[in-house]
T-cell receptor
């Protein structure tokens, strides 16, 4: 069965420090991976997806099939990056798309 | 011009009651979803509907019954509420269900507290 693992519940960094939020997945098929972010009191929103190979708000994530990882990185953390980050894997079931989320990592950027 | 909206935002009720949460999307999407976020912030899919038809049901107790009157609405009715139903419920929508990388757009969530 597919699974997404985010080993860190909480990650605390200082402003300006590099950030790496870890995500590992297990899936027998070809994975499609996403990072979603939830800022305080706001709705969950898409941050980026691996297929786009884009950088959003300075964040990037590279799919490493050998290590089955999709870590989220940013070279210099900013205070406004403080939020809950979810890694997610989408699979196409017999009926439709299904997003499987990791348990989330709370990022706290301190001054 | 909110894309995905949910009502109510907060719902506090007694054990044993029946309650409904409504969801509407104005994005013209064909597929809608319900997710549950528990107290540990773990998000898990509950249901998915495509064009008013149930396509995903993730072993949710049958006290939970989704209803889709049209493809822009997906309501969640919960019978005989239990303490363990306390959570934040998120509605989401996406363009289709056959596109593997389709982005899902989430509503603001409904915080349900069962006393």
């Amino acid at each position: 069965a597919q699974r997404v693992t985010q080993p860190e519940k909480l990650l605390s960094v200082f402003k300006g420090a590099p950030v790496e939020l870890k995500c590992n997945y297990s899936y027998s098929g070809s994975p499609e991976l996403f990072w979603y972010v939830q800022y305080s009191r706001q709705r969950l929103q898409l941050l980026l997806r691996h297929i786009s190979r884009e950088s959003i708000k300075g964040f990037t994530a590279d799919l490493n099939k050998g290590e089955t990882s999709f870590h989220l990185k940013k070279p210099f953390a900013q205070e406004e990056d403080s939020a809950m980050y979810y890694c997610a894997l989408i699979i196409l079931t017999g009926g439709g798309n299904k997003l499987t989320f990791g348990t989330g990592t709370q990022l706290k950027v301190e001054l | 011009d909110t894309a995905v909206s949910q009502t109510p935002k907060y719902l506090v009720t007694q054990m044993g009651n029946d309650k409904s949460i409504k969801c509407e999307q104005n994005l013209g999407h064909d597929t809608m979803y319900w997710y549950k976020q528990d107290s540990k912030k773990f998000l898990k899919i509950m249901f998915s509907y495509n064009n008013k038809e149930l396509i995903i049901n993730e072993t949710v107790p049958n006290r939970f019954s989704p209803k889709s009157p049209d493809k822009a609405h997906l309501n969640l009715h919960i019978n005989s509420l239990e303490l363990g139903d306390s959570a934040v419920y998120f509605c989401a929508s996406s363009r289709g269900q056959g596109v593997n990388t389709d982005t899902q757009y989430f509503g603001p969530g409904t915080r349900l507290t069962v006393l």
